[in-house]
């Protein structure tokens, strides 16, 4: 390991230089707790848990005896707009008949909310080694104190001006999440996806531009995957996708079966479930409707609409219209135990 | 170098597991030759080469005494279709009027050829040390007759399901094109641009589908990418945008320029300027009038609309009608001969 890398593992306290990337939905405290014990950065998705839950999961982790990094969305929250609803709801009409369900049992609300001040003492409670966001920062302030906390805090950028903008504000390391990457794109300054680079375009580029460490995110699914990282100047690499298939994530049957089969061949940026785009393996609902459409209400309130239709569809073991969230090299994905996956991933290291 | 690298370099007789990418329009006989003088494989774009300038850039390239890559186009020519010229002229018409053009000046015919037998016997008297092909193969007996003259033959992948098509149909080695690469994607059985992969997810995937060498392409522009395309398998690099910017290149002084600006972090990929999608620095015309659009006659043909409108503006300087092709990571093309180019991208094997 070079000495970037290896000043990047100590000052976390970690063997390796790998983070379990958070995945909002399809894991929690186990997860980490299992790729944490194996050497990896052991991450929660905060956006997905409770203030209760995101104490209970941190728990599990802290009993591994392991540092944890806790995972947080800062969108902004959109204004309520019920005609929007109501037109994205006319679109899903057909899927509400097919699967028998009745749109008035649709939960209303604005879903996920961003991270603030409330979500700011919960987590100094639990005094996580890092605390990493998606679609931007939260206000100076909170990063500040989440600093002074003794925390890292860590960003996203799917650009070399996010990697800027992330770098003149602080961060203590910046995630590069290539084009390749799966679920959300953490692009908060730009809403054009022609904009978005490739995990081997964006990473040296990234690592040019910024003083601080940079995370590679985006393709990488297996041990030469990590070393190309480490030889584009990445000091750690981040990885989701090959945790999916594992028993500690959460993720759903279909989604397991979509991912060990040949669908998993093809992915695409899709803004149908969540109102962001987000990579997932292409399935029916996407095939219909086009992955990504001007009339899907803002983030995260479109998920209240698919919400009861992926229920549905899932109970009857069907993907059809779940967020199949996959990278672009699902190959890396396998039915074993998250040790394993970081076993493979640290093979060459 | 690996041994699978140093038996690829062996085979053709190369310093480098460097391969200069041909470039259509962009360069001749003078780059290929400095490139291969340096170490790298020397390439000649055959698609935009009569077969006297082919023999003619080719001797300068025999001059150097090293050998050469002759590359060729292998679309299907379409149908003429005067309604979808005429349409498409149309759109064009406040460019015609801006600009003083006559779109009565504009040049009738199919454009660039695909590779047949003619170009066949031409290029035997050749004997070029490899035969590199963009949107699928020829017919197998051309395949077959090229490798008995001793050539090998390549061609482009952009997605798994290419390489093995290609690999099944017995080419000497595959250049997996991820997204990120400039000018043409080389895609050929599909047009979803969904469906292709990222340099990162390509290669590993490519590697273990086929069983020949695998040349990476897309996004590689310094050592640090040589390094990290040899990590994740690939026995060579293919590299294109770095060597724009030589003096021994026919670029543009509008497309010199927007590589050396910060316009080049912007690129994307469009189908205005031949038809099929080709990855460019967004410039005015891609702005206007969106990057992909279905009215754009097809691959070659649409090139005739646009080019008088190209020559027109190229003239006053400026590159708003004209296909800035770039790569996603522009940074490594230089003001330099192309010598420093390869010698830079070698510095570390």
Request: aromatic fraction near 6%; charged fraction near 15%.
């Amino acid at each position: 390991m070079s000495p970037t890398t290896r000043a990047f593992t100590d000052r976390l306290g970690i063997a390796l230089p790998i983070v379990q990337a958070p995945m909002a939905g399809f894991q929690a405290g186990r997860l980490a707790a299992a790729a944490g014990a194996a050497g990896a950065l052991a991450s929660l998705p905060g956006a997905a848990l409770d203030a209760r839950r995101l104490a209970d999961e941190s728990a599990l982790v802290r009993a591994a005896g392991v540092p944890v990094n806790l995972n947080f969305f800062c969108h902004a929250v959109p204004a309520p707009d019920a005609e929007r609803q109501r037109a994205w709801r006319a679109v899903l009409a057909p899927y509400y008949a097919e699967l028998g369900v009745d749109p008035a049992t649709i939960q209303e609300g604005p879903g996920r909310l961003p991270f603030g001040d409330e979500a700011l003492d919960a987590v100094l409670t639990l005094a996580p080694a890092v605390v990493s966001f998606h679609f931007g920062l939260p206000a100076a302030a909170i990063v500040t104190r989440l600093q002074q906390s003794g925390a890292q805090v860590w960003a996203s950028a799917t650009t070399v001006d996010e990697a800027r903008w992330l770098d003149e504000r602080g961060v203590d390391a910046v995630i590069a999440q290539g084009l390749e990457a799966g679920g959300h794109r953490g692009m908060f300054l730009t809403d054009d996806l022609t904009t978005q680079l490739g995990t081997y375009a964006l990473v040296p580029q990234v690592v040019a531009a910024v003083k601080v460490p940079v995370i590679a995110a985006g393709g990488v699914a297996d041990a030469k995957g990590v070393a190309a990282a480490l030889a584009l100047g990445a000091a750690a690499v981040q990885v989701g996708t090959a945790f999916l298939r594992c028993p500690e994530a959460t993720t759903s049957g279909p989604h397991r079966a979509a991912l060990a089969s040949p669908a998993a061949a093809h992915t695409a940026c899709t803004n149908l479930f969540s109102g962001r785009p987000a990579r997932g393996i292409v399935n029916r609902l996407m095939r219909d409707l086009g992955c990504m459409r001007a009339d899907v209400p803002p983030f995260p309130t479109a998920v209240n609409a698919l919400a009861p239709l992926r229920a549905a569809a899932e109970a009857r073991g069907i993907g059809d219209c779940s967020p199949l969230w996959s990278g672009q090299n699902a190959g890396g994905a396998r039915d074993v135990p998250a040790a394993d996956i970081v076993r493979g991933l640290a093979a060459r290291l």
